[in-house]
């Protein structure tokens, strides 16, 4: 199961292909019934139906309306069968949000109302334990299943930080999952003989990469997210020559504020010794790494192979990859035109400046004293051996967590 709220944060409509890739994916891996919140929203309603009705993933949800039909927008709630226990699980999201492009045809109720009908309903029609699927945050989740009477289990979404052992609250067992697919929760309850809820318990694991990749799986993954960067790469294409036409073809009209990445082209006119040695660091080849496996437009891998994504001066698109690919001089000592000003005046190199891109998710082996040696200019004579990097394969196949 999934508390929902899965769809990408990103309105560009190239990344509507990612949210029914997840949906696939999440039928792939016998998804029983997920939540659903105003992202599922995102891309209009017609779009959300069309995409439930193929991939026939069972998405519930009990108090968004629609004020024509006057019908929940997706079922109120399944009831899964489990062996001999009917198990009833229903979706609640949040009435204080904006429901984006169906704002006039759609309406929310208030979630403990929903509750309160959805519940009783669910129980007649034999389950016998209650799931509730929620896009109600932390606290308002927890205020409804003391509210509510009869719920059994709640799956906290929409902001929800990790905690490895769930909570009892009041009769309800509490899984707090955390955020972006990278936890995997257990909730266990032990039924009576009338097959209610006697004792429950939750843990939640994180998918770190102590648990393998499905290789198929992770071969799906990397097709589609190949596919994606190069339709990203038009797309970024088209832009750019729009921009141009509009600006009468003087590039990209962008205007140059005071400080700004200059790329270590300028550099190297007076640090010849620091340049040549930087050439055969692995940071000078970071771009030609993410063109060999076709995630040079993929928007989240960009920015940590390359100079100032998205900055003043920095790269932009595709086309700034001669003279602003890689990591270099800049990313380690900050904006060129800061230097020209104070030549004297060094920015301090420390653990810090690594970090902001040796992550827990892009280098979990990451360990100062013993990367730090591979980049110094003047390079000691031995240098100490580095861990293998278990998440490679992971950002290979276009994926970060
Ligand atoms: C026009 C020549 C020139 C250019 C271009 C230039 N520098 Fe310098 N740089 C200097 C001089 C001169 C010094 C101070 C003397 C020295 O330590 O060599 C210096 C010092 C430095 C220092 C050491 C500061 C210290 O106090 O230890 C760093 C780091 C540095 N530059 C980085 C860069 C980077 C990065 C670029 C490109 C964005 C760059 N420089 C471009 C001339 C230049
Ligand atoms: C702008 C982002 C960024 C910053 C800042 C950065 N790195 Fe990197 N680093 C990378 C990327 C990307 C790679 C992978 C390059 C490749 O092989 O394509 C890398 C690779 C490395 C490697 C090679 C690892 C291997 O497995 O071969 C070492 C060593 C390293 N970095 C050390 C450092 C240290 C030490 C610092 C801080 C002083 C630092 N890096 C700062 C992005 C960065
Ligand atoms: C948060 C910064 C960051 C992001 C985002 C990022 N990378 Fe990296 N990448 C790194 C760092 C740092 C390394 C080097 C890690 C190490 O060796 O410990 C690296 C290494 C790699 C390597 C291994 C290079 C080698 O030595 O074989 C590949 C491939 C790669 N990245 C591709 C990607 C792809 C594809 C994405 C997008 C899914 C991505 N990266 C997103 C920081 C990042
Ligand atoms: C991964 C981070 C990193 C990158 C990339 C990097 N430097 Fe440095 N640089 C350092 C560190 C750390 C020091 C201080 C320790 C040392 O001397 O190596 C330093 C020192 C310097 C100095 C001071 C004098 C010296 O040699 O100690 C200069 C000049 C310099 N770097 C220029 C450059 C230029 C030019 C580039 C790009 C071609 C560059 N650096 C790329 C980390 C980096």
């Not at 009990?62 to 062996?83: F, H, S």
């Not at 003391?146 to 509490?174: E, H, S, Y």
């Not at 694991?205 to 990749?213: C, F, I, K, M, R």
């Not at 040079?296 to 900055?311: A, F, L, N, R, W």
Request: with cysteine; hydrophobic share 35%; proline share 5%.
């Amino acid at each position: 199961m999934d508390a929902g709220g899965f769809f990408p944060e990103a309105a560009d409509s190239l990344y509507r292909e990612k949210a029914w890739f997840l949906m696939d994916g999440m039928v792939l891996l016998g998804t029983d019934a997920t939540g659903m919140s105003e992202k599922e929203l995102k891309y209009g309603r017609g779009w959300l139906l069309s995409q439930l009705k193929r991939t026939r993933l069972p998405m519930v949800c009990a108090n968004i309306w629609d004020k024509q039909t006057k019908k929940t927008l997706v079922p109120p709630y399944v009831i899964v069968k489990k062996g001999t226990v009917n198990v009833g699980v229903f979706g609640l999201t949040s009435d204080k949000v904006d429901l984006g492009p169906s704002r006039d045809s759609l309406t929310l109720e208030d979630p403990a109302l929903a509750a309160a009908r959805v519940v009783p309903e669910m129980r007649k029609k034999g389950a016998t334990v209650i799931v509730l699927l929620s896009q109600l945050g932390k606290v308002e989740s927890e205020d409804l299943v003391t509210g509510v009477d009869g719920i059994d289990v709640l799956i906290a979404g929409r902001n929800i930080p990790v905690l490895q052992k769930g909570r009892m609250i009041k009769n309800t067992v509490a899984c707090y999952g955390g955020e972006k697919g990278q936890n995997m929760g257990r909730t266990i309850v032990t039924l009576d003989a009338g097959r209610r809820m006697q004792t429950g318990e939750n843990d939640v694991y994180v998918l770190g990469p102590e648990v393998p990749e499905k290789p198929e799986i992770l071969q799906l993954v990397k097709s589609f997210n190949d596919a994606f960067n190069d339709k990203m790469r038009k797309l970024e294409k088209e832009r750019a020559a729009q921009a141009q036409l509009q600006t009468g073809g003087e590039g990209q009209g962008q205007k140059q504020s005071v400080d700004h990445f200059v790329g270590s082209e300028v550099c190297q006119r007076c640090h010849m010794p620091e340049f040549a040695q930087w050439q055969t660091t692995s940071h000078a080849k970071a771009w030609q790494t993410l063109v060999d496996v076709k995630k040079e437009s993929t928007p989240d891998c960009v920015p940590c192979h390359v100079v100032g994504y998205k900055q003043a001066g920095g790269f932009q698109t595709a086309d700034d990859a001669t003279r602003l690919g890689s990591v270099q001089c800049e990313n380690c000592h900050g904006m060129g035109t800061q230097h020209e000003a104070m030549p004297a005046q060094a920015q301090r190199i420390t653990e810090a400046t690594c970090r902001t891109c040796h992550t827990a998710s892009s280098s979990p082996v990451f360990d100062f004293a013993l990367f730090e040696p591979h980049i110094l200019h003047k390079r000691p004579a031995t240098l100490p051996t580095l861990p293998p990097n278990p998440a490679k394969e992971k950002m290979k196949a276009g994926s970060m967590h």
